[in-house]
Every structure is written in C-alpha cells, then in structure tokens.
C-alpha cells in the first residue's frame, strides 16, 4: 500500500520560507511524478507544483504561475522524499498543501484526479 506523509507546515509571516517534504513508501518512486498541491478554505484544491520523470535520469518541473520563482520543487530518490521550498511567502500561499504521487507520469500534471495517491496534508499558514 502507497503512503505520502508529509511534513514541514507551519505558521511563517509574509516574506518567509518554509520546506515542505513528502515520503512516500513506494518501490519505484523514481518513476513517479510527484506533485503539491494547495487548499485554502473555501476554495478548490489547485496545482502547485510538479516533479515527473522524462527518462533515463531527466526530470522536468513545472510550476503554477502563481509560485512561480517563488517556490521549488525537487526530489531525492534514494530517500523516495519529494520537496517543495517555498520562499517569498504571502498571505495568499495560506492553505493545506497536499503531496501526491502519479505512477503514470499523466500529461495532464495539474488535474488532481491524475493522481493515484494523496498525503493528509500539511498546513501553511502565512501571516501579514
């Protein structure tokens, strides 16, 4: 059974850092794409960030316009752990961030229902 447990929320004022991490217990991570993403209360839950595997060692990463510059998503697979820095904070970054993982490595990375398995998510709440 796949788990995703992340860690590394927290309460940071506008213009902070926070690393968010994400474990995943799985045999072939490296294959995986890995994404986050974010809900805030009263909204949908929508696409941050994702890390997809494009052959041999190349990984490709691909951002929301909104975290773009801001935020940086990379792996380790010899820990099967996928991370999300995030910089430059604000308010609006404020929500539950969820990591989840895509055995199949879908094109359509930042449709929610492409993912097969979800974390419980980690809270980041961003005060002004």
């Known amino acids: 059974q796949v788990q995703l447990v992340e860690s590394g929320g927290g309460l940071v004022q506008a213009g902070g850092s926070l690393r968010l991490s994400c474990a995943a217990s799985?045999?072939?991570?490296?294959?995986?794409?890995m994404g986050w993403f974010r809900q805030a209360p009263g909204k949908e839950r929508e696409f941050v960030a994702v890390?997809?595997?494009?052959?041999?060692?190349?990984?490709?990463?691909y951002y929301a316009d909104s975290v773009k510059g801001r935020f940086t998503i990379s792996r380790d697979n010899a820990k099967s752990t996928v991370f999300l820095q995030m910089n430059s904070l604000q308010p609006e970054d404020t929500a539950v961030y969820y990591c989840?993982?895509?055995?199949?490595?879908?094109?359509?990375?930042?449709?929610?229902?492409?993912?097969?398995?979800w974390g419980q998510g980690t809270q980041v709440t961003v005060s002004s």
């Open positions: 989840a993982g895509d055995p199949d490595g879908s094109r359509r990375y930042a449709d929610a229902n492409e993912y097969d398995y």
């Open positions: 890390h997809k595997w494009s052959g041999g060692a190349v990984y490709f990463a």
């Open positions: 799985v045999r072939t991570f490296s294959d995986y794409a």
